[in-house]
């Protein structure tokens, strides 16, 4: 597969605000913009603040995510990164596929990327705030002084039963005439393994020993990508968390 590499990027932030639960709303434009980065995005249709936790007293909530973004506009993926309720992120997991968005572009040309995207709800007027922060720390570094068991959020690897053992790996296949120029270099990726196991948004944390050949990182993402582990758990319950892969081009002898 041909594709521009993966990588997170800072972006600027939006606030919207919804209108009432029995009223039509309308889809909502916005151009987001950094430095070298332009997003332009329409949410068609806003997640609505859960009415069985309005009932239950809850006044806010807060959805944190990374959306995996082709550099056509395709939303490919995305993974809920901390839900201070579950039903918080059901709630924008019901809507999001209907979101439009435009070609990333980063001075004038078409990449992919993934990008971290905070939601915040309130119960009061049905607020909804729409927040693009630069990056995990940040994401994880909140709560809102509650205790939940239907929290969702990021487990530390310290805190896991057992480490992540890989039960279907897949190497990269490229020719060693790809290798010659980055021989002895190596990509880091970064990725998440979700509740069942699986690999998602993979992307490159850095580089080391030179040069790498961007057709070798597209092999080393794609192969991560259909890596398969044994799903993570802390005290017997299934978790996401959060890991680095390093994948050493070499030629063969």
Known sequence: ?????????????????????????????????SDDVDLQFKVVRQPKFPESLRSQGYSHGKVQMLLELHFDGELRDWIVTYASHRDFAESIERVIHEWEFGPPKRKGKPISLVMPIEINFRASGDIVN?????????MMSST???SSFDQIKIADVDMLDNFPEPIHVVHPKVPNSLVRKSDGSYGVFKFFIDTEGRVRLPHVDHIRGGEVDVRLLEAAQDALEEWE????TVKGKKVIVELKQPFHFRRSH
């Open 1 to 33: 597969m041909n594709k521009p590499i993966t990588s997170i990027l800072l972006m600027t932030s939006v606030v919207l605000k919804g209108l009432a639960n029995d009223e039509e709303v309308m889809p909502y434009e916005h151009n987001l913009s």
């Open 130 to 138: 729409f927040n693009a922060t630069d990056g995990l720390n940040h």
């Open 144 to 146: 809102y002084g509650f």
């Open 229 to 232: 582990f044994a799903p993570p």
